[in-house]
């Protein structure tokens, strides 16, 4: 399995940003599909995950900022986030959970600044 991660970028505090993620190779139902990220010097945190059913959750810093989405028959997950705040600023990764197993995406940088 292979995860190829996109759609980082510079943006603007209060400004919206959408990442995809995009899993090829053998992938079997059941699995759980999450973005995380990491900054310097920090332990990667979860920011959401959603199930193979579309049932979501969010980090309490980014809930109501932000939408996990999945396309089951594109092997395809979005992360939608809003209002952006400098603190949001990291190295987002995705990963897909499948039996047991986790596998990364390379993970995009999102910086918000001015």
């Known amino acids: 399995v292979q995860l190829q991660a996109s759609g980082g970028g510079l943006v603007q505090p209060g400004g919206s940003l959408r990442l995809s993620c995009a899993a090829s190779g053998k992938i079997f139902g059941g699995n759980v599909m999450g973005w995380y990220r990491q900054t310097p010097g920090q332990q990667r945190e979860l920011v959401a995950d959603i199930l193979n059913n579309g049932a979501a959750n969010y980090a309490d810093s980014v809930k109501g900022r932000s939408t996990i989405a999945r396309d089951n028959a594109k092997s395809t997950m979005y992360l939608q986030m809003s209002n952006l705040k400098p603190e949001d600023t990291a190295v987002y990764y995705c990963?897909?959970?499948?039996?047991?197993?986790?596998?990364w995406g390379q993970g995009t940088q999102v910086t918000v600044s001015s």
């Open positions: 990963k897909l959970s499948n039996r047991g197993i986790d596998f």
